[in-house]
């Protein structure tokens, strides 16, 4: 079976920085693929390419044996990925329901029907995308009132509901304490286990060693190594340009 | 009687612009300065139509609201790439090209001398404009009331708080700005018709920038994204300076005192209570 996910020769310049040349990888459908690399080495631009919101200068990339990169990033977003920031990003004066409401709906842009439209009682797939994260609230709570850990699982919960083929989740433990850290470990497991592809960057290589089934190292924009946790750690070059041993 | 029905028709012309105002800047987070050249669009657009052309009072008013939306949709898309501060100044530069054109285009305007508008028969009457002014008053804010509650009023929420998290949700958030800017738009261009035939009169100096100091002061002090706060403190903003009516000061001071007045209470109000009235949002 093709990989998922494809991207071929990928570059991207901001001036006379090189962010991103010749990145070639592939996800297999559900997987977890991690990209690791220090600081500066083109993950997030990566990510950003991949979502659409940056522009490449060349290279392609193909979900579901698809091309995308003529796509923008909304219609992306609508029919293929979902995913969740490095920043935690949350709509502050909405509540946790209208935040489920606009990540399961898909109909609710035309103003017209919106406007004539009764009032849909969607609680069933707001509840069940909420049970995957264990996120138990009160649903009419503003996200400015949620904590930051409350606020990394809604998150996490709007891009699980969603629809999508890819989930790209941009450092999902970042900042949260150690029992929320394996809380989203167990959750990633468990979508791996559902079906779902998770495509994710992560500083903290415990957390990815004992999670990811591929890990795609960068450094300088360039892929220098790509394979299992066991392969890499077994890597001077990766050890050298990531771990500094 | 004269006096206190047309206090209650300004503030129902005023209500319906502010609440309009407030559907761009509290509920979607447009910050957008040319508010009121859109109703100067919409006054000068009825002056001229019904006026000289003749045309009838039903067609003047929807030609007026549709070219306040073109006009609209025309500078969202001219400013698509601005945000913020950048766009406040952008359509605060716009709002002084249509006031330097409607001030210096003077055969079709007629630049400072302004032009002078007729009234329709049926409202003729200062209580049969009152009465369609409530009614207009009516259906606009249920219009707008039935968009904020609606899964739209939801996603220009979510346009206002965070616009890169919309679109990764699949939200096209440039076509939520546009459609909102062209209804807030619409509904100023059709109350600056009304406005037209309220003074029987247009100049220039109706539209300058002094105008946008009452409408921020009510969206203010109401609250950002609250219809209803904006309703209350359309009575507060307009009723407080017509004290100064009854004071025995010379006309040449009473004239500058309402801006001064609305200027002072919009920076208590931001400096004490933020959120105004009823208001929902901070200001960021």
């Known amino acids: 079976m093709a990989p998922i996910l494809q991207v071929a020769k990928l570059a991207k310049r901001f001036g006379g920085n090189q962010a991103l040349a010749q990145v070639s990888f592939s996800a297999e459908k559900s997987e977890i693929t991690a990209i690791i690399g220090p600081n500066g080495s083109g993950k997030s631009t990566l990510f950003n390419l991949l979502a659409s919101t940056l522009v490449k200068d060349s290279g392609t990339i193909l979900i579901d044996a698809k091309t995308v990169t003529d796509k923008s990033d909304h219609i992306l977003a609508k029919e293929m990925l979902s995913r969740t920031f490095q920043d935690t990003r949350i709509f502050t004066y909405l509540t946790i329901r209208q935040h489920m409401e606009l990540a399961l709906s898909t109909k609710d842009q035309s103003l017209i029907k919106s406007f004539f439209a009764r009032q849909e009682n969607n609680d069933d797939a707001i509840n069940n995308a909420l049970n995957w994260v264990g996120l138990e609230h009160d649903l009419n709570e503003m996200g400015a009132n949620l904590s930051y850990g409350q606020t990394k699982l809604l998150t996490l919960a709007m891009a699980i509901a969603k629809n999508h083929k890819i989930l790209l989740l941009d450092e999902p433990v970042a900042g949260v304490n150690p029992k929320l850290r394996k809380k989203i470990a167990k959750i990633l497991q468990k979508l791996r286990s559902a079906g779902e592809t998770i495509l994710l960057i992560e500083h903290d290589m415990d957390f990815v060693l004992s999670l990811a089934d591929k890990i795609i190292v960068l450094d300088l924009g360039k892929v220098i190594m790509e394979g299992t946790p066991k392969q890499i750690l077994a890597s001077k070059n990766v050890l050298k340009a990531y771990l500094g041993r | ?284």
């Open chain 2, 1 to 284: 009687m004269y006096y206190v029905l047309s206090l209650l028709t300004q503030i129902g012309i005023y209500a319906v612009i502010a609440l309009s105002f407030n559907l761009a800047l509290g509920f979607t987070g447009i910050i957008n300065l040319s508010h009121i050249s859109f109703l100067a669009l919409g006054a000068y657009t009825t002056a001229i139509l019904y006026t000289q052309f003749g045309m009838s009072f039903g067609v003047v008013m929807v030609l007026s609201g549709l070219l306040s939306g073109c006009v609209a949709l025309f500078l969202i898309y001219a400013c698509r790439k601005l945000r913020g501060d950048y766009l406040a100044l952008g359509t605060l530069s716009f709002h002084f090209v249509i006031y330097s054109f409607i001030r210096n285009l003077e055969t079709i305007t007629g630049g400072t001398r302004g032009l002078i508008v007729d009234r329709p028969a049926f409202i003729n009457d200062g209580i049969n404009f009152f009465i369609m002014v409530v009614g207009l008053a009516v259906v606009f804010t249920f219009i707008l009331a039935r968009i904020v509650r609606s899964p739209f009023g939801t996603l220009l929420g979510a346009v206002r708080d965070d616009e890169k998290l919309a679109r990764a949700l699949g939200k096209d958030s440039q076509l939520l700005k546009v459609k909102a800017i062209v209804i807030s738009a619409f509904i100023t261009g059709v109350m600056g018709g009304v406005l037209a035939f309220f003074l029987r009169y247009v100049h220039p100096d109706f539209f300058f920038l002094y105008e946008l100091v009452t409408i921020l002061t009510i969206v203010i002090i109401g609250g950002l994204a609250s219809l209803r706060g904006t309703l209350i403190a359309t009575f507060i903003v307009l009723l407080i300076p017509e004290i100064l009516r009854f004071v025995a000061l010379p006309s040449s001071i009473i004239g500058p005192s309402r801006q001064i007045l609305y200027s002072i209470i919009l920076l208590l109000i931001l400096l004490i209570h933020s959120r105004g009235i009823l208001g929902k949002v901070d200001l960021h």
